[in-house]
């Protein structure tokens, strides 16, 4: 019995912490200088998604983007400018990466440049949304939370283009 | 009555002989009340172990749920809040189509090596 309240605690533990990565990370590193760090909670999301007019154009026409913008549990983004926390953090984004429970979709190398967007989850929805710029002397972490079907945030993405 | 202190101070040999002397009368619930104090001393012994894990665990959940603490957040405008997922979804965005126009201009690259290969 002591042995599967072990287990149960272990297996409980890996999975938050495997579901919140983002969130470890944004802990860690909001707070310190040179990093500006934004967090939307859920309860905000809710809040948003009650706004009116929360619209975008799509090649099918309008689309509500209410319901997708409830789904997401967690907004995280640092913005760094601090050498060594930048350093650190590369660090943190490549532990990350190599737990193996995020895909690479797009990696974007150009005269210093660097983006890099991961993302997990299955096929038609997205638990995790990761994404990393720098051009040597900035870094942007962007990491976005939740159950979200892949096509709308494809669209969401691709509306703002 | 011997006190524990006198107890403690005889040698063996005397407490032997006091064992054998069957004139003293040994108490008819002795090994009850010896049995009932060492379950005591064990109990009390097993609430310490429990009470110290139980720390222990709860200073464990505590180190590894802090890193996972809910932040506050930034915000408490939602119209400020979205107006910042814009933001961060252009940047996005834009990182994007960044790769797409490196893609886009490799393919015509590819394209043009196609032509001349075939014209071969």
Known sequence: MKRLIILAVILLSATIASAQEGRNIYNKYSGGEGVTAVYISPSMFKLIGKLPDLEIETDGGPMDIAPLISSFKGFYMLDISNPSVISEINKEVTTMISKGRYDLLMEVKDEGDNVQIYTSGDEKTIESFVFIASDGHEVQFICIDGKINRTDLEALIASAM | ?120
């Open chain 2, 1 to 120: 009555m011997k006190s524990p202190k006198d107890i403690e101070k005889l040698t063996l040999q005397e407490l032997e002989a006091i064992s054998l002397d069957e004139s003293i009368a040994v108490p008819p619930d002795l090994s009850e009340r010896i049995g009932a104090r060492i379950s005591k001393v064990k109990n009390k012994g097993y609430t310490i172990v429990g009470a110290a894990s139980a720390v222990a665990a709860i200073a464990a959940g505590l180190a590894l749920y802090m890193p996972y603490a809910e932040p506050k957040d930034t915000f408490d405008n939602p119209y400020q809040a979205y107006a910042e997922l814009e933001k961060a979804l252009t940047k996005v965005s834009e990182g994007i189509q960044k790769g797409t126009a490196m893609i886009e201009a490799s393919e015509s690259i590819i394209e043009k090596s196609t032509e001349i290969f075939n014209a071969k």
